[in-house]
């Protein structure tokens, strides 16, 4: 029967990540549980949510068709739980983010803002960082940012992938609020904000132009160059 409790602990440490397909015990039978849902991804990256059909999948996956039906008794199933496989990539991929950058963050704060070339060395090491973020999807696993935009639709259609996202929004937003408390921020939750929605914005100038642009970088550029100053106070 269908084990509807079963679940992960998330990358973070704070949420679990719960899948909603039969789960069985035998290594094989799971290995096939998880080739379908990966099949699922592509076929969401190639030809969007609407493209998942069963006889797509399984055709994908390269088994039985009734093996989709016996794994996930429906699309929004299997779809739910693309999603959750989609969410587990993308915490790790935060969480590491978050360490690497937290470094960064530290290291910063104790550069002397009064100096332009330490200045301008600060905020191009925050340029880097924040833009290998981004990048780092694309170039590592363009199935996550592509699956990113895709599964936005089912947000508002589906109430788990609304769990989800709001899950995977969670994680990110609190590793930027960190990094914006560390550079000495005086409005946290605002800061937190704008930097999330550059983010979004470089992620989906990087679709569209495949990667091949500078744009992402200038954008930062632009803005930490206004908000850094602020941020940032130089050690007494």
């Known amino acids: 029967m269908n084990n509807n409790n079963d679940s992960r602990p998330a990358p973070d440490g704070k949420a679990e990540l719960k899948y909603r397909g039969r789960r069985t015990s035998r290594e094989k039978s799971e290995q096939r549980r998880r ?12 030809d969007g949510v609407r493209g998942v059909r069963h006889r797509a999948v399984a055709a994908e996956a390269e088994v039985p068709l009734a093996a989709t039906t ?17 969410t587990e990539w993308a915490l790790a991929y935060v969480q590491k983010f978050a360490s690497e950058f937290r470094d960064t963050a530290r290291d910063i704060r104790g550069y002397d803002m009064t100096d332009p070339r330490q200045q301008l060395e600060a905020i191009e090491r925050l340029v880097t960082s924040l833009s290998g973020f981004s990048r780092g999807k694309l170039a590592e696993d363009t199935r996550m940012l592509i699956s990113e935009q895709a599964f936005r639709y089912e947000v508002f259609v589906e109430d788990r992938v609304r769990r989800l996202a709001l899950m995977h929004r969670k994680a990110l937003t609190e590793a930027v609020r960190e990094i914006t408390m560390l550079m000495g921020s005086q409005m ?8 999330m929605a550059i983010l979004h914005s470089v992620e989906y100038q990087l679709l569209l132009d495949e990667g091949d642009s500078d744009a992402p970088e200038r954008i930062l550029r632009r803005y930490l160059s206004m908000l850094l100053p602020m941020l940032v106070q130089p050690e007494l």
Do not use: G, N, S
């Open 188 to 195: 946290v939750e605002e800061d937190t904000a704008i930097v």
């Open 70 to 86: 016996y794994y996930f008794k429906d699309i929004h199933e299997l779809i739910a739980d693309a999603f959750t496989l989609y």
């Open 35 to 46: 080739q379908i849902l990966e099949a699922t991804m592509r076929i969401i990256v190639r």
